[in-house]
């Protein structure tokens, strides 16, 4: 039985991890087509500030006039793409310096791991926070290197205890008599025995870098070049959100936004910690 086939009928059985899913594949498609069919318009109107939702505008305007439902629409691209990089990124590093650690062991273990300790100790959103104020960046790009600068190193350790307890075992052993490379015996030997946990933690660290990217533009240290839920948090505050109700919706709609998405990632993660692990699936 092929991987979605068995992903759909666990997710069947559990309502929860099914809604996680939906919602995931909906702000998926609301990312890819949302700028295609939602328009923020630039020109203002103060005549139609602050309307109330209606037909017309479900989620009411801002202080400018412009429609906060096209605004949490379009400024879903820009959180999920720089989400989506950042733990590419952060997977990619951890895995990478998690395997080949364990797998070398010895003293080339050693060193790669004093490295990644010294990453661990470094306070994350700090130094994320100076970086960015350095750099003064909007590029998804460079954003996602910025905010997996030291989220790597957690999932590296993880990694490498893993492939330490695997370097040991029978196929590992087979490969390397074959005359099998490291980069062979990593990619094709060890990575697909750690694959279910990678794919966990990659979800994981999708939330976790738009948590951080959504404070980035809500500080206002990373420069606005479009709208985004973290920009239109910033701008509902400077509109006194906190002291006035009438931008209080502009405000909570990111803020429900996210939350929603966050929610159903972690969801999401039931479904495959049932599908790697068959004693966690509901009966």
């Keep these: 039985m092929s991987f979605l086939s068995d992903f759909w009928r666990i ?9 996680g899913a939906v919602v995931v594949g909906f702000y998926v498609l609301m990312a890819v087509f949302g700028p295609l069919v939602a328009h923020v318009s630039t020109v203002q109107d103060p ?7 209606s037909w017309h505008h479900l989620l009411g305007t801002d202080s400018f006039g412009q429609d906060v439902m096209a605004q949490v629409i379009v400024g879903t691209r820009p959180i999920m793409e720089v989400g989506v990089l950042a733990a590419s990124i952060t997977v990619f590093v951890g895995v990478v310096v998690g395997l080949v650690s364990g797998y070398l062991a ?13 990453v661990l100790t470094v306070p994350g959103l700090p130094l994320i926070l100076v970086i960015s104020s350095v750099v003064r960046t909007s590029s998804p790009v460079v954003l996602a290197l910025i905010l997996s600068v030291t989220a790597w190193a957690g999932l590296a350790r ?3 205890s893993q492939a330490l307890s695997l370097r040991t075992s029978d196929f ?3 490969a390397r008599l074959q005359g099998a490379s490291l980069t062979n015996i990593v990619g094709r030997q060890l990575l697909p025995n750690v694959g279910p946990y990678v794919a966990i933690n990659f979800l994981l660290a999708i939330t976790g870098a ?13 420069p606005v070049s479009g709208t985004n839920w973290g920009v239109m948090i910033n701008t509902a505050m400077n509109q006194g959100a906190l002291y006035t109700s009438k ?10 936004a996210i939350v929603i998405l966050q929610v159903a990632f972690v969801y999401l993660t039931r479904v495959l910690d049932s ?6 699936r509901v009966q």
């Design 210 to 222: 738009m948590y951080a990217e959504v404070g980035l533009f809500l500080l206002g240290i990373a």
């Design 106 to 118: 010895g003293t080339a273990d050693t060193v790669i791991m004093r490295v990644t300790d010294v």
């Design 11 to 19: 997710a069947r059985a559990d309502r929860t991890g099914l809604a």
């Design 158 to 160: 993880a990694v490498r």
């Design 275 to 280: 599908l790697f692990n068959p004693r966690l």
């Design 247 to 256: 931008s209080m919706l502009y405000l909570f709609s990111p803020m429900a």
């Design 172 to 174: 590992i052993e087979a």
């Design 47 to 53: 005549m139609k500030a602050y309307l109330p939702p």
